[in-house]
């Protein structure tokens, strides 16, 4: 079970940061999951958001976040964060997290939501003027 933490409103131009624990047997080796964000707003299919490896050591961002978007883990806390900073109006959107299973050698590939094994419920991010 994933569950995703510190959503809610902020202004534009501010910053959030949101949070997704890990929880239960199958997500008890969390440091074998590589780990996703992706959103959807209103009207619009779901998008990729950013990614991150198992270790930390790599990470992927969408164009429409690079450079104001960060993606972190701490794997002793079994957490992922998304610290996301310079938030414009588009931003808003429901905001979810997925784990991967790294464990089975596979390559990865951080925008494809079929890789994904685990999701969060999502939690609402709304960016005002």
């Known amino acids: 079970q994933l569950v995703e933490s510190g959503g809610g409103l902020v202004q534009a131009g501010g910053s959030q940061r949101l949070s997704c624990v890990g929880f239960?047997?199958?997500?008890?080796?969390?440091?074998?999951?590589?780990m996703g964000w992706f959103r959807q707003a209103p009207g619009k299919e779901r998008e990729f958001v950013a990614g991150?490896?198992?270790?930390?050591?790599?990470?992927d961002y969408a164009d429409s976040v690079k450079g104001r978007f960060t993606i972190s883990r701490d794997n002793s806390e079994k957490t992922v964060y998304l610290q996301m900073n310079s938030l414009k109006l588009e931003d808003t959107a429901v905001y979810r997290c997925?784990?991967?299973?790294?464990?089975?050698?596979?390559?990865?590939?951080?925008?494809?939501?079929?890789?994904?094994?685990?999701w969060g419920q999502g939690m609402q991010v709304t960016v005002y003027s």
């Open positions: 991150i490896t198992w270790n930390g050591a790599d990470t």
């Open positions: 997925a784990a991967d299973w790294a464990g089975d050698g596979t390559s990865w590939y951080p925008r494809n939501e079929m890789h994904y094994d685990f």
């Open positions: 239960g047997h199958s997500l008890s080796t969390f440091s074998m999951y590589h």
